[in-house]
């Protein structure tokens, strides 16, 4: 397995693990939300270090182009959602952060899932 699909595949874990994570209660769930954003942000900067140099995306600029764009999408949007979700707020609004969580891992999900099929079609 090639090291994109290694980082890819670390995402999406992380993304299944959040979606788990967020439904605990307590100090083990902050622990728990807190560990996995930091550990996302590692692997979405692996993944931006690696996409430079991918044979399969050199060779088509296009699509290198599309993984940038469609990750900066990801990373707006996941940003806004760590600023907007202290965890004082997951406290507070518990409903409307279940969610907003599940709205991002789908987004997140998709990314990935298309980022994984755009690299086996060459």
């Not at 890819?8 to 874990?13: E, F, I, P, R």
């Not at 182009?65 to 202290?86: C, G, N, P, Y």
Request: glycine fraction near 4%; charged fraction near 30%.
């Amino acid at each position: 397995m090639a090291e994109l699909e290694r980082v890819l595949g670390a995402m999406n874990q992380i993304n299944d693990r959040m979606l788990i994570a967020v439904r605990m209660v307590g100090e083990e769930r902050n622990r728990q939300i807190l560990t996995l954003r930091h550990d996302f942000a590692t692997e979405t900067g692996n993944l931006i270090g690696l996409l430079p140099g991918e044979k399969r995306l050199a060779a088509r600029p296009q699509v290198f182009t599309e993984f940038q764009d469609r990750l900066a999408v990801i990373r707006r949007m996941l940003a806004s959602h760590q600023s907007k979700w202290t965890i004082d707020d997951i406290n507070r609004r518990r409903s409307e952060y279940l969610d907003s969580t599940r709205a991002v891992h789908g987004s997140i999900a998709e990314y990935l899932s298309w980022a994984r099929k755009a690299l086996r079609v060459h």
